[in-house]
């Protein structure tokens, strides 16, 4: 009997959500996993109380992207797939089976010790649909055929071979990748990327002596498609960086901490809409103001761009589109973003695209989208008349990008002046419980 399709893609896509609410997912043919039904179906037991059966499977190297590796992001998780300690939360069902392969994101689950589980996220940095796209681009443009080795063809280009030679990764390596981690390159941000690269097995050096071949082709690939995982891995969240942890990478997956996006609170109480707030306002202060003198910028925020972890604690959830300029060395001049670009430029965005200078970001940029485009929404109609009344207008001048920047401040710290006497101390807050009881000033 074969597989009813359509409503195996119902019931997957009813409890899936994504990194980015902007990517468009298109229905494309998927790869199902090969499966051993005997045993199984002829009973209606609850799959925990059926012994275990060791399913017949092959996850498939297009699923995974592994038929693309090297152009992938990395190959340092996938025995935990193999191994089945990360499981898709289909999984979990009777009928084990991998979920369709043109979603960007997937929910999952992930465990060291085969006994104890978390969540998980299972992205890929690109719709299939925009890989799909992307491979043909580099087909068509760097060999003139429909198909080719994507590895062999982006070998041989003009910067991964510069790359080859290079002892140190230098901003004139990375110019005119457009991702808006790269737009304004320090050399001390690209020595930290190096030394802190998780996918290769010693990292630690400024210096590229220890990257395989194959290990800058991932890095380069990574640094043109999408900078989220690399954010991830400069910037860890053991250290108080506001990001989820990320795990690891196979093909062109990665898998990361789950959050629940922050568009998901819209309804929420309003001293849980207080917190949040307060929350997010303290995020953009310290990506705007940190010891390390990095200044993070984003160029586009939204709902889904911001999550928020079982415990109250608000993280960034998508970093692919913050950009970071260094406050300590400067960036490069660059006269001509243009004239650098190649098909690396061309991966992820409309090769013609044409972004602002470093030196044109204000210091507060984030602040107002976060004013306009997110608390507002958080906020709406939450508090009494007069307090409500107080809230929108601040957060009206905050959300003004043509005030001077000191304005914007002092709008945005007004507001969590107001906030914070609606936000109660007590255990529904666990991030912060029970030391709030202990601080005033919390």
């Known amino acids: 009997m074969k597989p009813d399709y359509s409503r195996q893609v119902l019931e997957m896509t009813s409890y899936l959500y994504c990194i980015n609410s902007s990517f468009v997912v298109w229905l494309l043919p998927f790869l199902c996993l090969s499966l051993n039904f005997r045993g199984i179906l002829q009973g209606k037991a609850s799959p925990t109380s059926l012994p275990r059966v060791k399913p017949s499977y092959s996850f498939g190297r297009a699923f995974l992207g592994l038929d693309k590796c090297n152009a992938c992001i990395g190959t340092s998780i996938c025995k935990k797939f193999f191994k089945e300690e990360i499981r898709f939360d289909s999984w979990l069902s009777s009928h084990l089976k991998l979920p369709p392969n043109y979603l960007p994101c997937y929910s999952g689950n992930y465990t060291d010790d085969a006994k104890s589980w978390r969540p998980v996220e299972i992205s890929r940095l690109m719709t299939k649909y925009q890989h799909d796209q992307s491979d043909k681009r580099i087909c068509t443009s760097l ?138 306002l303290a995020v953009i202060d310290s990506m705007m103001n940190n010891d390390l003198n990095y200044y993070f910028y984003f160029t586009h925020v939204d709902a889904d761009t911001f999550g928020v972890f079982n415990n109250g604690h608000l993280f960034v959830r998508d970093a692919s589109r913050l950009g970071i300029i260094d406050m300590q060395e400067g960036s490069p001049l660059i006269e001509n973003h243009q004239e650098h670009n190649d098909i690396f430029s061309c991966l992820a965005v409309d090769c013609q695209s044409v972004f602002p200078s470093c030196h044109s970001i204000k210091h507060t940029q984030s602040l107002t989208m976060v004013c306009k485009d997110v608390l507002p929404e958080l906020l709406k109609e939450k508090f009494l008349p007069r307090v409500q009344e107080e809230v929108d207008s601040t957060m009206a001048t905050c959300a003004d990008s043509f005030l001077a920047q000191q304005e914007v401040i002092s709008a945005a710290q007004k507001l969590a002046k107001i906030l914070k006497p609606l936000r109660p101390c007590r255990s529904q807050f666990a991030y912060r419980y029970p030391d709030c009881k202990y601080n005033a000033k919390l």
């Open 143 to 280: 060999t003139f055929a429909k198909s080719c080795s994507i590895e062999r063809a982006l070998w041989k280009t003009e910067r991964f071979q510069k790359w080859l030679k290079a002892k140190r990764l230098t901003p004139v390596l990375v110019q005119g990748l457009p991702t808006p981690l790269l737009r304004c390159p320090s050399q001390r941000l690209l020595d930290r990327i190096v030394r802190r690269y998780a996918e290769v097995p010693d990292a630690g050096s400024i210096f590229m002596d220890h990257f395989s071949d194959r290990d800058r082709l991932r890095l380069l690939y990574t640094l043109s498609v999408n900078t989220h995982p690399i954010v991830l891995q400069i910037f860890p969240e053991a250290e108080g960086w506001p990001f989820p942890k990320y795990l690891g990478s196979c093909g062109r997956l990665i898998v990361s901490i789950s959050t629940r996006p922050l568009k998901e609170f819209y309804n929420i109480s309003p001293d849980v809409a207080a917190d949040l707030a307060l929350q997010l």
